[in-house]
Nanobody, 126 residues
Framework: QVQLLESGGGLVQAGGSLRLSCAASGRTFTTYAMGWFRQAPGKEREFVAASTRSGSNTAYADAVKGRFTISRDNAKNTLYLQMNSLKPEDTAVYYC???????????????????WGQGTQVTVSS
């Protein structure tokens, strides 16, 4: 079992920055890959970024590439998402998620992930 708790969301003006955190507990943190997804009102949940267990390999959605950075601190059992140059279209609920299946690369489909946090709201005003 993995428990995930996101924090760091809020209201920010376009062009601003936020850092989301996801505190993990339960299963040993270094045994699973992790990712961030988001869901805007009326839209499907979409992939944002993901990291392998070690953090050495990452992947990003085209919409956030160059603006968002995913990282993990395995000593603190915490996943981060640094979001810069935020745009109104980044407004969504952001979810932290864990993939416990051993893989050699990250996956971007939500169905591959086993555990989800409750989400944190990010609102970007224009």
């Amino acid at each position: 079992q993995v428990q995930l708790l996101e924090s760091g969301g809020g209201l920010v003006q376009a062009g601003g920055s936020l850092r989301l955190s996801c505190a993990a507990s339960g299963r040993t943190f270094t045994t699973y890959a992790m990712g961030w997804f988001r869901q805007a009102p009326g839209k499907e949940r979409e992939f944002v970024a993901a990291s392998t267990r070690s953090g050495s390999n990452t992947a990003y959605a085209d919409a956030v590439k160059g603006r968002f950075t995913i990282s993990r601190d395995n000593a603190k059992n915490t996943l981060y998402l640094q979001m810069n140059s935020l745009k109104p279209e980044d407004t969504a609920v952001y979810y932290c998620t864990a993939d416990v299946v051993p893989r050699t690369r990250v996956v971007i489909t939500p169905g591959a992930y086993d555990y989800w946090g409750q989400g944190t709201q990010v609102t970007v005003s224009s």
